[in-house]
């Protein structure tokens, strides 16, 4: 099936691109890596009068490090970020997660910013970028404002990003000595996409690891869509130690079937392995107890 007539924009600058959204207000749609707009408007699932394509704006593609956080374009592909050297030495998980992005066209045309716009409740990024503590950089007529992913997603398919706002970065804060992160799905035989999916941070302090999850999951048949759960808590700093994890419930809970599915559950083996690795770190070496005085 062919799209609906539309018209196409090439902006040059995120100014101009908002300036496009603001002209044509509910009947433009931006367009990324149009791996799913282009799916979704050949179902005619939505009819853009306008589209407006992101492509040739420069400054928004890119793996880079700043003031202690990773800095990924809203354009950057799946694949980039998979390939992304600094991805891959100061934060794998995030090219662990691109790497199992659908297939490889999925992954060198989608772009991390078009995936959490879309919302998709089956989405990978969205689980791994809320328990890494990520937040978005938006643009619109008012200027850029800065959005958690967190309150970023609303509701499946759904943003808090108002009319005329634009994705334009992704910033991630790099976790310190002794942390690391883990993401594990099931994914859909098909598509990949997360039947369920489980991101988890952990941070080793003195007592015990203290954990940042984010969990994602399609809507299976009679099942409610979810959003990207948040949850976090303490374990003993040890592999398959027990843990406390507040807010997960709702993923854990109904619908069981999905969990079931999942087991050994994708959270206690993405907190596990980062658990492992952790834990075969070298302990800082113990303060020196002061000599006792010479008599
Ligand atoms: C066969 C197949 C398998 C897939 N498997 C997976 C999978 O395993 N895991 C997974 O996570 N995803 C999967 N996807 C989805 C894929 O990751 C998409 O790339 C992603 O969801 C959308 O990104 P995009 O760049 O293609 O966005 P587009 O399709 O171009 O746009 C999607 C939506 O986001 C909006 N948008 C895009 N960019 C911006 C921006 N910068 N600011 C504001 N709004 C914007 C558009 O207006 C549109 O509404 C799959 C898709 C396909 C077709």
Not at 126 to 145: F, I, K, M, N, Q
Request: charged residues 20%; contains cysteine.
């Amino acid at each position: 099936m062919y799209p609906a007539p539309f018209e196409y924009h090439v902006p040059s600058t995120v100014a101009e691109a908002v300036a496009l959204l603001g002209q044509w207000q509910d009947d433009a749609k931006l367009i990324a890596g149009s791996q799913s707009l282009v799916p979704m408007m050949k179902l005619r699932l939505v009819q853009p009068k306008h589209v407006i394509d992101l492509r040739k704006v420069p400054g928004l593609v890119g793996v880079s490090e700043s003031d202690g956080a990773l800095i990924i374009g809203a354009l950057t592909t799946h694949r980039a970020i998979e390939t992304s050297e600094i991805a891959r030495s100061r934060l794998p998980i995030l090219s662990e997660a691109a790497g199992g992005i659908g297939d490889p066209q999925v992954r060198n045309l989608g772009t991390i910013g078009g995936s959490l716009a879309h919302a998709d409740p089956a989405a990978d990024w969205p689980a791994v970028t809320v328990a890494l503590d990520a937040s978005v950089t938006v643009a619109g007529p008012r200027g850029e404002r800065t959005v958690p992913v967190e309150q970023l997603i609303s509701g499946p398919l759904t943003t808090v990003l108002e009319p005329g706002e634009i994705l334009v970065q992704v910033r991630i804060p790099l976790p310190g000595a002794r942390s690391g992160s883990a993401y594990e799905k099931l994914p859909h035989p098909a598509s990949r996409f997360a039947i369920v999916g489980v991101a988890v941070a952990v941070a080793l302090d003195g007592k015990g690891a203290v954990r940042r999850v984010g969990g994602t999951g399609a809507a299976g048949k009679g099942d409610e869509p979810r959003l990207p759960q948040v949850g976090g808590g303490r374990c003993g700093g040890r592999p398959g130690a027990p843990c406390r994890l507040h807010r997960l419930g709702r993923l854990q809970g109904p619908p069981r079937r999905r969990v079931h599915r999942a087991r050994p559950p994708p959270c206690g083996r993405a907190g596990g392995r980062e658990l492992a690795r952790l834990t075969r770190f070298p302990e800082p070496p113990a303060a020196t107890p002061p000599r006792p005085p010479a008599r």
